[in-house]
């Protein structure tokens, strides 16, 4: 439904940037042209925002379930102890959708997968670098992160999350603390069991990186 207003409002913006090219001349007054120089950038970035936007639209339905249950793996990664990637993978998630509908399958420290894969070896070491697989991403799951290549990491999940042991994936997501902060912007602030206080986009990092361990 938002596929046909969007190429309408692209259409429009475009359509606009062919009037700021007449409006320019040598006559303008400095701050006039000035002004008309911010405009279009506005305009320019307002273009690659609705770019994004139909992308977006496209996907969308299919990676929230349009077609079926879709399953992805949540790594949650600190910079505590860096790695490669941005920080080590604390916890993890995996998040299912159907029809549009998210919902939360399971949640647990990183140190359940160290257990519940061990033993588990790399369908196809060879296609990882050298430096990558020095890490043993299949025995420490908390190293996953320990390329700055996020296909890399995404490769070793799908060689490791195999059935019998493990149940289909169809992706993987990577968040840090500042990521789940920006993400409260859009949400709006939430509460947390145990914590008195409300979790907003201007506390949750500090919350995740310092204040939750002072508490």
Sequence with gaps: AMAEPLRTVRAQLVASLGGI??????????PLAGGVER?????????????????AVAVLPELLGAEGE?????AFGTPAEARELG?????????????????????????????????????????LPTSYLAMLPQRFWHNMTATPSFPTMAAAVDQLWQPPRAGRLDG????????????????GPIRVEGHQARLTAGNAARFLL??????
């Excluded at 405009?39 to 992308?55: I, L, P």
């Excluded at 993987?172 to 949400?187: G, S």
């Design 21 to 30: 090219d007449e409006a320019r001349s040598p006559w303008l007054l400095p």
């Design 39 to 55: 405009f279009q950038r506005s305009v320019e970035a307002a273009v690659r925002d609705t770019d994004t936007a139909s992308q």
């Design 70 to 74: 879709r399953r992805y793996l949540v």
């Design 87 to 127: 920080g080590f993978m604390g916890a993890y998630a995996v998040l299912a959708a159907r029809d549009g509908d998210l919902r939360l399958a399971s949640s647990h420290r990183v140190l359940n997968l160290n257990v519940f894969f061990k033993g588990s070896q790399l369908t196809d070491p060879t296609a």
């Design 172 to 187: 993987l997501l990577y968040l840090d603390p500042h990521t789940l902060a920006a993400l409260l912007e859009v949400t």
């Design 210 to 215: 310092r204040d939750q361990y002072t508490e």
